[in-house]
């Protein structure tokens, strides 16, 4: 069992930054690989950012150059670092963890934080 708490959404206004943070804990963490997903009113989750366990890394077309996913070993964390926010990013941001690979389906992975809002005011 993995467990997963995120942190870091508030009200930012358009063209701003924020730092979602992922706090793991539980079994073989270090092995998991994590992701960010988001999902807006009305609309399926989707996926955002992927880290593997070795540190691959993986990004959607929406976020590419904008956003920045990396992990601290260390304090068993994973952060969503966002620049040029836009009202479009508006969402509940969800951290997740599967097994080694990052991937961007929701459904590969296992284990689910209960998420953080992300609103941006334009």
């Known amino acids: 069992q993995v467990q997963l708490v995120e942190s870091g959404g508030r009200l930012v206004q358009a063209g701003g930054s924020l730092r979602l943070s992922c706090l793991a804990s539980g079994r073989a963490v270090d092995r998991h690989g994590m992701g960010w997903f988001r999902q807006a009113p009305g609309k399926e989750r989707e996926f955002v950012a992927a880290i593997s366990w070795i540190g691959n890394t993986y990004y959607s077309d929406s976020v590419k150059g904008r956003f920045t996913i990396s992990g601290d070993a260390a304090k068993d964390a994973v952060y969503l670092q966002m620049n040029s926010l836009k009202p479009e990013d508006t969402a509940v941001y969800y951290c997740?963890?599967?097994?080694?690979?990052?991937?961007?389906?929701?459904?590969?992975?296992?284990?689910w934080g209960q998420g953080t809002q992300v609103t941006v005011s334009s």
């Open positions: 997740a963890a599967r097994w080694e690979s990052g991937t961007t389906e929701p459904d590969d992975y296992d284990f």
